[in-house]
T-cell receptor, first 113, second 114 residues
Framework: QKEVEQNSGPLSVPEGAIASLNCTYSDRGSQSFFWYRQYSGKSPELIMSIYSNGDKEDGRFTAQLNKASQYVSLLIRDSQPSDSATYLC?????????????FGKGTHLIIQP | NAGVTQTPKFQVLKTGQSMTLQCAQDMNHNSMYWYRQDPGMGLRLIYYSASEGTTDKGEVPNGYNVSRLNKREFSLRLESAAPSQTSVYFC?????????????FGSGTQLSVL
């Protein structure tokens, strides 16, 4: 069974600091990785996707992928109170996306003003 | 452009009652998915439909049935609701024509089974 592991938190970070969120996955053949943000009572929204080893930057967000270690991370620079949410790591299986994504349990992030 | 529309938004059932959750997308997507989300459990796949005319079980299919009515609509049915099915249900879709494609989510249905 495919597994995606995240620390559930809460992770508390001061405003303006860097928030670091981590995720490990079990399916070594996985090729596509996603970070979704979910505010309380809302549906998940995609903030980052990454497919190759290394870093991918988009504004204040940086996704990092290490397939050898089966590890994905998300860095949020200059954290803002509006970044307070649950962050879900999602992995597309080795068979492609036809059977959906496997999600981690999410990390609850709190940015302290 | 409405995207993915789910109805109802809230529902309270008694144990043993049945109901159908409706989902429709207007983006001409091939694939549709039903997830449930429980506190501390993340999103778990119940059923999915890779294309019109096909459905397959996901991680937690017991107690549910689905129907891909046409390309737009994918419904989830609880034949005899149980308290363990109290959850937030999300429908999602994408074209699924290439790897790494994002999911578009509906706004969710909060279901309570008493």
């Amino acid at each position: 069974q495919k597994e995606v592991e995240q620390n559930s938190g809460p992770l508390s970070v001061p405003e303006g600091a860097i928030a670091s969120l981590n995720c490990t996955y079990s399916d070594r053949g996985s090729q596509s990785f996603f970070w979704y943000r979910q505010y309380s009572g809302k549906s998940p929204e995609l903030i980052m996707s990454i497919y190759s080893n290394g870093d991918k930057e988009d504004g204040r967000f940086t996704a990092q992928l290490n397939k050898a270690s089966q590890y994905v991370s998300l860095l949020i620079r200059d954290s803002q109170p509006s970044d307070s949410a649950t962050y879900l790591c999602a992995v597309e299986g080795s068979g492609g996306g036809a059977d959906g994504l496997t999600f981690g349990k999410g990390t609850h992030l709190i940015i302290q003003p | 452009n409405a995207g993915v529309t789910q109805t109802p938004k809230f529902q309270v059932l008694k144990t043993g009652q049945s109901m159908t959750l409706q989902c429709a997308q207007d983006m001409n997507h091939n694939s549709m998915y039903w997830y449930r989300q429980d506190p501390g459990m993340g999103l778990r796949l119940i059923y999915y439909s890779a294309s019109e005319g096909t459905t397959d079980k996901g991680e937690v299919p017991n107690g549910y049935n689905v129907s891909r009515l046409n390309k737009r609509e994918f419904s989830l049915r609880l034949e005899s609701a149980a308290p363990s099915q109290t959850s937030v249900y999300f429908c999602a879709s994408n074209t699924n024509r290439r790897r790494g494609e994002k999911l578009f989510f509906g706004s969710g249905t909060q279901l309570s089974v008493l």
